[in-house]
């Protein structure tokens, strides 16, 4: 099931920016899997939040800027290929400074930052056992009408 960790500096969003942000990673993610947006996925598709404050985010070692982000999104290896993680890296960019009020091409672009980390199959446990991406894909099979699997 795919995860994603937003690291971000504490008040440089407002609570709501935060839960509109945090749907659409979601949304975004799950569009980038070629996975359904269903209740089963939206359960298992979980959003780590990581405020920190100002003094600990040090920019070029020195002291903090600006506010940056920083968005780590964890799949199974082979779930998406070179086209579809352009445009999950764009879709989150946009979604990131949408919410932050960055201009996307301005020069606060490169303030966040996606990390995309695939983990190769056997490496993904849940409730005591490895997972393999087959399983999920069965699972979202389970959970889907077959027209809409095409």
């Known amino acids: 099931m795919p995860m994603i960790d937003l690291t971000f500096v504490r008040g440089s969003l407002d609570d709501a920016a935060l839960g509109r942000l945090a749907e659409e990673l979601v949304t975004a993610l799950l569009r980038a899997e070629r996975a359904p947006d269903t209740p089963f996925l939206r359960e298992n598709t979980w959003v780590y939040l990581h405020p920190v404050d100002a003094g600990e985010l040090l920019v070029g070692g020195r002291g903090p800027g600006a506010p940056r982000f920083r968005v780590d999104l964890t799949v199974f290896q082979g779930a998406l290929d070179r086209h579809r993680k352009e445009r999950l890296a764009a879709d989150v960019h946009g979604a990131v400074c ?12 490169f303030h966040v930052w996606t990390l995309i980390h695939e983990i190769p ?16 894909k069965g699972l979202v099979a389970e959970d889907m009408p077959d027209e809409r699997l095409a």
């Open 121 to 136: 199959e056997g490496n993904w446990a849940g409730g005591g056992q490895v997972i393999y991406y087959r399983q999920v």
């Open 98 to 109: 949408a919410a932050a009020g960055i201009e996307p091409q301005g020069p606060q672009a």
